[in-house]
């Protein structure tokens, strides 16, 4: 079980914390977050994310009783999105490989949608600088990273309020998902660097 830096912290905080090395790790991986915002740079980070999305949200989406601690669950899937935008993209996800994941019990589920959706915070930061840099295709833009489109700090504060709701036995579980999500992430992100 992972430890908790305070565990006297709220959940919301205890995920950030236990997971900000992680995520600071793979941003400095990305070439978008790093500022290389060309169409092939486009194009990779979406076959990447859609090779780690597609088998850990048919996972998910497995998971019993998900939907009553998570709103508006239906509308958070990103698959046929990054599906779609690499159609787009001109491309039929050139790598067609896929991670593979472990059984998900409901907590640790909890905690790897928090992982998912915190990135929906990144991809509004990536949105305009791809945008300026006149790199998405289509007057659709990109469905992946303007998931939410207007809603993107509505749905970020209801999942919050989700896991704030959640009993504190929960917490252990929740927070151990989000690391190794985080961490098959990171795994999954090297594992795409060595066969680039
Ligand atoms: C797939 C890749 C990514 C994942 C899985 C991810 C995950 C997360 C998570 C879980 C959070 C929530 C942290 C919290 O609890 O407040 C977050 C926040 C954030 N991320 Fe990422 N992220 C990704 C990529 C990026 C990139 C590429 C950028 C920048 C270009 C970025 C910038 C941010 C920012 C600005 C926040 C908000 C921080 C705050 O308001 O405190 N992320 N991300």
């Known amino acids: 079980m992972e430890k ?3 565990p006297a912290a709220g959940l919301r905080q205890r995920l950030r914390d236990e997971t900000r090395p992680f995520h600071n790790a793979l941003e400095a991986r990305l070439p978008l977050a790093r500022g ?3 169409e092939r740079h486009y194009r990779d980070h979406l076959s990447f994310l859609l090779g780690f ?6 996972r998910l989406q497995a998971v019993a009783g998900l939907d009553e601690v998570v709103s508006s669950l239906n509308a958070r899937w ?3 999105r990054l599906e779609s935008d690499l159609a787009l993209a001109a491309s039929t996800s050139s790598r067609a490989c896929r991670m593979e994941v472990d059984l998900i019990h409901r907590d640790e589920a909890i905690g790897a949608l928090y992982v998912l959706e915190g990135a929906t915070l990144g991809a509004r930061v990536l949105l305009p600088r791809l945008r300026r840099a006149g790199v998405l295709p289509g007057a659709t833009g990109s469905r992946y990273l303007d998931a939410y489109g207007n809603d993107a700090g509505r749905m970020w504060e209801s999942f919050c309020t989700n896991l704030q709701a959640l009993p504190q036995a929960a917490g252990p579980g929740v927070i151990n998902g989000a690391v190794d999500t985080f961490r098959n992430l990171l795994q999954w992100r090297k594992r795409w660097e060595r066969h680039a």
Request: net charge positive; aromatic share 6%; no cysteine.
């Open 78 to 80: 990103k698959t046929k």
């Open 36 to 38: 290389l915002l060309s």
């Open 4 to 6: 908790t830096k305070n």
């Open 53 to 58: 999305y597609a088998p850990l949200e048919q």
